[in-house]
DNA sequence: AAAACGGGGGC
DNA sequence: GCCCCAGTTTT
């Protein structure tokens, strides 16, 4: 999602509020449903800046973006083309060994059950729910730091362990809504729902929200 | 110049 | 629970 789409993100959210227990975007620009390059951008995205995983992905998919042209490439190469994302040191291996077995014990296909996703080496419960949803279109809650933050901020869940925010938002979002509840927090909370100084008077839910833990706000 | 920012694994 | 991983962006 960018800047540029953030405005008809917002309308449709806006209209989405007296319809919805939970206010939901639809991102009409669906980018990108291969559950192995989901898989591949994710692990690139972990602690880093969407613009630059955006960067550093095309980057890569244009060397490789299956299992197979990716056992080819050798190390470095990976590191060289995905080092602005850093922890590229640990990364890179990670992309070439979970492609390995990928292809070996998987027939090529990422698995598409969580228990097996998580038997990956780098990928965790965000990775694994994304993969879920993004790839296969699998209602899975996917809770990255921006749903966490915001759902906190709601007064939708009141935690600090994004495991416990999974599971109450588990309980309380219908599952029609689980796909579309992370996108649409990660493009509210990049531009509007930020951080520090989030920017509630453009925000289109500032009605819903509790602003928990809120300080400074514009 | 310094702090903030984004998941996961090892121990 | 604490520490490590490494860059970009914001203050």
């Not at 994710?42 to 244009?62: G, H, V």
């Not at 649409?184 to 909370?189: F, M, N």
């Not at 453009?202 to 929200?209: G, L």
Request: glycine share 4%; proline share 7%; hydrophobic share 40%.
């Amino acid at each position: 999602m960018t800047r540029k789409q953030l405005p008809e993100a917002m309308a449709i959210l806006r209209r989405d509020v007296p319809t919805w227990d939970v206010p939901v975007v639809r991102l009409n620009a669906q980018d990108d449903h291969d559950p192995y390059r989901v898989l591949i951008s994710t692990i690139l995205s972990l602690r880093t800046q969407d613009q630059t995983t955006i960067l550093a992905s095309e980057r890569l998919f244009k060397l490789a973006d299956t299992p197979q042209v990716m056992l080819q490439l050798d190390v470095q190469t990976i590191e060289n083309a995905i080092y602005p994302v850093g922890f590229y040191r640990t990364k890179a291996p990670q992309i070439l060994e979970m492609s390995r077995r990928i292809l070996e014990e998987f027939g090529g296909r990422v698995p598409d059950d969580i228990d097996t996703l998580l038997t990956l080496h780098g990928v965790g419960r965000k990775t694994a729910n994304l993969v879920l949803s993004e790839g296969y279109g699998v209602p899975a809650i996917c809770v990255d730091t921006h749903v966490h933050r915001i759902s906190n901020r709601w007064g939708y869940v009141k935690t600090k362990d994004p495991y416990e925010t999974e599971m109450a938002l588990r309980k309380k979002l219908p599952k029609a809504f689980w796909i579309e509840y992370n996108p649409s927090l990660v493009a509210l909370g990049q531009y509007v729902c930020k951080p520090a100084s989030p920017i509630c008077s453009q925000c289109p839910v500032a009605d819903f929200c509790k602003r928990v833990g809120v300080q400074r706000s514009r």
